[in-house]
């Protein structure tokens, strides 16, 4: 059986560039050089460009349709109800940017002078290839190297400013926008990963796949997050599995590979209403057991987050 794309050896391997699993990575023939990633200078003039960025965190899913840019986008919303928390959101979905839909912004455009595109708080910045667009109907058909470029425009040249959290949303699986974020953002500091998945086998199988990847690329895990974890009736509150863990779900399987499962977000069709209006489920339905986890999430990952202090940075005096 062939190895699968996910399966990079690292830049710093012999195999480095040549293994089978290398085959159509857009950094192939920079590590098949003997240079490695780092010999692309926009490692470094990312590392520059992200000192002013205190906490980057990745959300990922093996699965499309698990909820991942909902979840992305909710955890920018929680994080933003701080003022004084400034909260960065980059969509890195290139074939699939949903998030300018989900955060009420379809159609919006990036400011010329700089690319950054402000959202409707000072404190909340919104990113996506969607604002490059001319329709939100328009395909993306790129191949790898044209992605790569485009994500390392995105870290390089935004005009990022101060922020406390960038939150990196990203498409499905464990492909070229994934290896070239991370190879990217590697040595400007990581917080890690958050794992979006749904409690189906289905959504399993392919979530233990990103997981071997972080493994792989050295990426912290945060944890898990299992979304449609159960429908809870408004009326009676009684609670029915829409899709049944047949396996155990995201607590099993936290268990068996000894990962934090942060919490499992019950269905909410106002969730699905909110994104379709670009507007906070946080906001609209604040009582709903879905805000409760996630609100509950969201504390977990700031946790995280503030034991997990930058390259240089220090308890004392910082």
């Known amino acids: ?10 830049a710093d391997s012999a195999q480095a560039g040549r293994g089978a699993s290398c085959q159509g990575c857009p950094n192939q023939r920079l590590c098949a050089s003997g240079a490695g990633a ?3 200078p926009a490692i470094e003039e990312i590392k520059e460009k992200m000192k002013t960025v205190k906490h980057k965190i990745l959300v990922l899913s093996g699965k499309g349709g698990v909820g991942k840019s909902t979840f992305s986008a909710h955890l920018a919303h929680g994080l933003a109800e701080d003022e004084n928390t400034q909260v960065a959101l980059l969509d890195i979905d290139i074939c699939g ?3 300018p839909k989900i955060m009420g912004l379809e159609g919006e455009q990036v400011r010329c002078q700089a690319l950054w595109f402000e959202f409707l708080e000072d404190n909340l910045g919104v990113m996506s290839v969607g604002f490059l667009l001319s329709s939100p109907d328009d395909a993306v058909i790129w191949r790898g190297p044209k992605k790569n470029g485009m994500i390392k425009q995105f870290l390089r040249d935004v005009d990022w400013g101060e922020v406390d959290y960038l939150i990196v949303d990203t498409p499905p699986g464990t492909s070229d926008e994934h290896l070239s974020v991370v190879q990217y953002l590697a040595a400007a500091h990581i917080d890690g990963a958050v794992i979006i998945t749904t409690p189906q086998e289905v959504s399993l199988q392919d979530v233990r796949k990103e997981i071997s990847f ?18 809870i009736c408004p009326k009676c509150q009684k609670e029915s599995q829409i899709f049944p863990p047949t396996t155990g779900g ?20 106002r969730i699905g209403k ?18 409760v986890t996630y ?12 034991q997990r202090l930058p390259e240089g940075e220090n308890l004392v005096g910082s």
Request: net charge negative; with cysteine; proline share 11%.
């Open 1 to 10: 059986m062939e190895e699968v794309p996910h399966d990079c050896p690292g």
């Open 38 to 40: 780092a010999a692309d």
């Open 97 to 99: 940017p949903s998030i």
């Open 214 to 231: 972080c493994h792989k690329v050295k990426l912290p895990i945060i944890g898990v997050v299992e979304n449609m974890s159960g429908f």
């Open 250 to 269: 995201a607590e099993a399987m936290c268990q068996d590979l000894k990962i934090p499962l942060l919490g499992k977000v019950p269905l909410d069709p």
């Open 274 to 291: 909110s994104c379709d209006k670009g507007q906070s489920f946080l906001v609209e339905a604040p009582d709903s057991p879905a805000t």
């Open 295 to 306: 609100r509950s999430i969201i504390q977990r990952i700031q946790e995280f987050c503030s």
